[in-house]
């Protein structure tokens, strides 16, 4: 059974930073790219990075200088560091993997970000 659980979500002032781990289980980890997500109240989830397998990242251009993707194989996690946080970025964070053919998600950790 493959598993994504996100944690690390919270509240923070803005300019502040947060780190979010996705922790994996039921695939081959290390084989498998990773993505960060994002959904804000009444806005569709929307794509924030990228990891592959071999650790070669891609962000979405507006997210990039702020956001780190990152993964530990041998944690079976993968991060996604948050910086100069601002209230616009408030939303739901996903983490997302592709097994078996099927797209799996976690359950999502809650950010908010106070002015």
């Known amino acids: 059974q493959v598993r994504l659980v996100e944690s690390g979500g919270g509240l923070v002032q803005a300019g502040g930073s947060l780190r979010l781990s996705c922790v994996v289980s039921?695939?081959?980890?290390?084989?498998?790219?990773i993505g960060w997500y994002r959904q804000a109240p009444g806005n569709q989830r929307e794509w924030i990075a990228d990891?592959?397998?071999?650790?070669?990242?891609n962000y979405d251009d507006s997210k990039k200088g702020r956001f780190t993707i990152s993964r530990d194989n041998t944690k079976n996690t993968a991060y996604l560091q948050l910086n100069n946080l601002k209230p616009d970025d408030t939303a739901v964070y996903y983490c997302?993997?592709?097994?078996?053919?099927?797209?799996?998600w976690g359950q999502g950790t809650q950010v908010t970000v106070s002015s």
């Open positions: 039921g695939i081959t980890f290390s084989s498998n790219a």
């Open positions: 997302f993997t592709v097994w078996g053919g099927l797209g799996h």
């Open positions: 990891i592959t397998s071999g650790g070669i990242t």
